[in-house]
């Protein structure tokens, strides 16, 4: 990992950051490898993920679902029901999902060549959401799609599908896309993560839309990990 402390890292899978300042230090030093081009020699295959927290437990359930790119036939989905290491502070998302997402990806039996996020990218205020944060871990490309905004400012765009407007940082610079996947419904907020720009995320989550306001790859990996739910609470 080059420039990223080995310390840091020994922290974060040794039960998590031993604290807020430690996890900001992390992300601090992690986002420096965040690469924010399209580095996509081909997209065969994209995989979706997503989590729910037992909180009685203190557990996380990861799904990922991986699918053939673009008429998005699904090949695999795997799970992990895994202890949750780091409490729920905003912004800091990716220290208590993060290594549930990666300890999942690890099941796949064929490695994506596109893995899609339910959550941020660099639309984050420190420009590191948890697709940079998992990207970067596995070094594959990686992009958020998130039902709300976390932060950024933008103008609502049209109300036809495929209508979009740009998701703005404090600055004025472009962190994602403000999309509209089906007509006359709540957009969603598109953002790179690792190796892929603005534009190339916002048409493949287009792309990705069959009908729903969530994308396949996400709306199916929620449909799985709730299935997974409430077989875990029918057998407790």
């Known amino acids: 990992m080059g420039i990223i402390d080995t310390d840091l890292l020994e922290d974060l899978y040794r039960g998590g950051p031993s604290s807020v300042a430690r996890a900001l230090e992390f992300q601090r030093e992690l986002s420096k490898k965040v690469i924010i081009k ?5 997209l065969r295959t994209v995989a979706g993920a997503d989590l729910s927290i037992l909180k009685n437990e203190k557990k996380l359930i990861c799904g990922i679902v991986l699918f053939s790119y673009p008429d998005l036939t699904e090949i695999e989905r795997v799970y992990t029901v895994s202890d949750e290491k780091f409490p729920y502070i905003p912004g800091l998302l990716a220290f208590r999902e993060g290594p549930a997402i990666i300890e ?3 099941k796949l039996g064929q490695r994506p060549d596109l ?3 339910d959550g941020q990218g660099i639309a984050h205020p ?3 959401g948890i697709a940079c944060h998992v990207g970067v871990l596995l070094d594959i490309p990686a992009m958020g799609i998130a039902k709300k905004r976390l932060y950024g400012k ?3 765009p049209g109300e036809k599908r495929g209508s979009w407007s740009p998701l703005l940082s404090k600055e004025g610079d472009v962190i994602g896309s403000v999309l509209r996947t089906r007509d006359n419904t709540k957009p969603v907020f598109v953002s790179p ?34 299935e997974l739910k409430k077989g875990v609470y029918d057998r407790a």
Do not use: M
């Open 193 to 226: 993560g690792h190796k892929i720009d603005t534009e190339s995320a916002r048409e493949i989550a287009l792309v990705c839309a069959r009908g729903y306001r969530i994308p396949e790859p996400t709306r199916r990996a929620d449909i799985y990990v709730a």
């Open 126 to 128: 420190r420009g590191f």
């Open 154 to 156: 933008y103008a609502e």
């Open 104 to 106: 999942t990806f690890k």
């Open 38 to 42: 399209k580095e996509l020699k081909e």
């Open 115 to 117: 893995l899609i996020i």
